[in-house]
């Protein structure tokens, strides 16, 4: 079975204060990890899909990377307004109906 | 360019009752999805349609019905509401099935009493 564990729960970080979120996945065959950013009453907003160990991707202050267990959101001087919940979740051949697992979140928050 | 648009945004049923959540997207993809999302889990699949006149059963998909008449059309019948009901339900599209993010409408919050 399919399992996405992503971490901390939760990170209360100060402006300016870089990090970084986890997402570490046991699946047989990964087809795509997709990353997400969900506002407090909103619908998840797409961010990145990472496809292959040692892919990157880049977003204003938003980096995501992968390897073959794991993928990290860095976030580099973070501002109040990237204050949000971050998903990921994988997409695999055996996950789910449509292939999909997603974690529960972190949920993030960049204080002034 | 509205992408996909849920309604209604809030709705409170009593045990037993019926009824439909809308989802429309303009975007012209295939693939339909619909989630509910509950505290401490992840998203949880309940039905999805890889095109229209095609929908098949995900994760969760008990107390609820789907169908796809078109394109752009998929919505969420509740048949008989229970407690266990209450969540934030979540339409979403892609391109694809496979390999391609899904764009998330703004959810719909179910209360059942």
């Known amino acids: 079975e399919d399992q996405v564990t992503q971490s901390p729960e939760a990170l209360r970080l100060q402006e300016g204060e870089s990090s970084s979120l986890n997402c570490s996945y046991t699946?047989?065959?990964?087809?795509?990890l997709f990353w997400y950013r969900q506002d407090p009453g909103k619908g998840p907003e797409f961010l990145f899909t990472?496809?292959?160990a040692g892919e990157e991707k880049e977003k204003e202050r938003l980096k995501a990377t992968l390897t073959k267990k794991e993928s990290f959101l860095h976030i580099t001087a973070p501002k109040p307004e990237d204050s949000a919940t971050y998903l990921c979740?994988?997409?695999?051949?055996?996950?789910?109906?449509?292939?999909?697992?997603f974690g529960k979140g972190t949920h993030l928050i960049i204080q002034p | 360019n509205a992408g996909v648009t849920q309604t209604p945004k809030f709705q409170v049923l009593k045990t037993g009752q019926s009824m439909t959540l809308q989802c429309a997207q303009d975007?012209?993809?295939?693939?339909m999805s619909w989630y509910r999302q509950d505290p401490g889990m992840g998203l949880r699949l309940i039905h999805y349609?890889?095109?229209?006149?095609?929908?098949d059963q995900g994760e969760v998909p008990n107390g609820y019905n789907v169908s796809r008449s078109t394109t752009e059309d998929f919505p969420l019948r509740l048949l008989s509401a229970a407690p266990s009901q209450t969540s934030v339900y979540f339409c979403?599209?892609?391109?694809?099935?496979?390999?391609?993010?899904?764009?998330f409408g703004n959810g719909t919050r179910l209360t059942v009493t």
């Open positions: 979740a994988v997409q695999t051949p055996g996950g789910g109906a449509d292939g999909l697992t």
């Open positions: 699946v047989s065959g990964l087809r795509g």
């Open positions: 979403a599209s892609s391109y694809s099935r496979s390999g391609s993010p899904l764009h």
């Open positions: 349609s890889v095109g229209a006149g095609i929908t």
């Open positions: 990472l496809y292959s």
């Open positions: 975007m012209n993809h295939e693939y």
